[in-house]
């Protein structure tokens, strides 16, 4: 029982740096969704996709790119990463937009 | 204001105890509402929906005033294992976006 895998679970990154997440579900989910929690923050939406090949800005997508080539995969692009990128990765999915999303375990970035 | 707001806590209750958080949230439009888990360094994990009519699953129980923009979590004989923090989420109306509260962090103590 897979459920929602994330790739990798720990990076450093330097300044300018650039590095992709991979996320992946088995669950014939519609809907994906990337978040970044930071303390005292809450999680917040990067960007989400409503199925394959689409894709949406959340409520912080600067800095940040997706793609949604296959149904199962959901990638999360940092192009030039900055310090200010130093979070948690959380990977979502839901079968609807409106039912149980369920997480994966998490992508710690440091960028430094 | 936030749309969706929680009490961070922490609250320290004693084993055994029952405890309630509340979580209010601003859009008036919000359809679907959840209490998810999260323990330290580790993915929310769904505790459970909540229902315009109350729901119960064992020790913990949900309620939703959609007059006044809240939902309750009450959990009753808290157990050291109830330690975590509880997030309060919201989803709006045609937005397939899910809108997490801070979280409240719960304590139980021996």
């Known amino acids: 029982n897979a459920g929602v895998t994330q790739t990798p679970k720990f990076r450093v990154l330097k300044t300018g740096q650039s590095m992709t997440l991979l996320c992946a579900q088995d669950?014939?989910?519609?809907?994906m969704y990337w978040y970044r929690q930071d303390p005292g923050m809450g999680l917040r939406l990067i960007h989400y996709?409503?199925?394959?090949?689409?894709?949406a800005k959340g409520e912080v997508p600067d800095g940040y790119n997706v793609s949604r080539l296959k149904k199962q995969n959901f990638l999360l692009g940092l192009e030039s990463a900055a310090p200010s990128q130093t979070s948690v990765y959380f990977c979502?999915?839901?079968?609807?937009?409106?039912?149980?999303?369920?997480f994966g375990q998490g992508t710690r970035l440091t960028v430094v | 204001r936030k749309e969706v707001e929680q009490d961070p806590g922490p609250f320290n209750v004693p084993e055994g105890a029952t405890v309630a958080f509340n979580c209010t949230y601003s859009?008036?439009?919000?359809?679907?509402f959840f209490w998810y888990r999260q323990d330290c360094r580790k993915e929310p994990k769904l505790l459970m929906s909540?229902?315009?009519s109350g729901n119960e699953d064992g020790r913990f129980t949900a309620q939703l005033n959609r007059a006044s923009q809240y939902i309750s979590l009450l959990i009753r004989d808290s157990k050291l294992s109830d330690s975590a923090t509880y997030l309060c989420?919201?989803?709006?109306?045609?937005?397939?976006?899910?809108?997490f509260g801070t979280g409240t962090r719960l304590k139980v103590l021996a």
């Open positions: 979502a999915s839901s079968y609807q937009g409106s039912t149980e999303a369920f």
């Open positions: 669950m014939n989910h519609e809907y």
């Open positions: 996709s409503v199925g394959e090949g689409t894709t």
């Open positions: 859009n008036s439009a919000s359809q679907s």
């Open positions: 909540v229902y315009s």
């Open positions: 989420v919201v989803n709006m109306v045609g937005t397939y976006k899910y809108i």
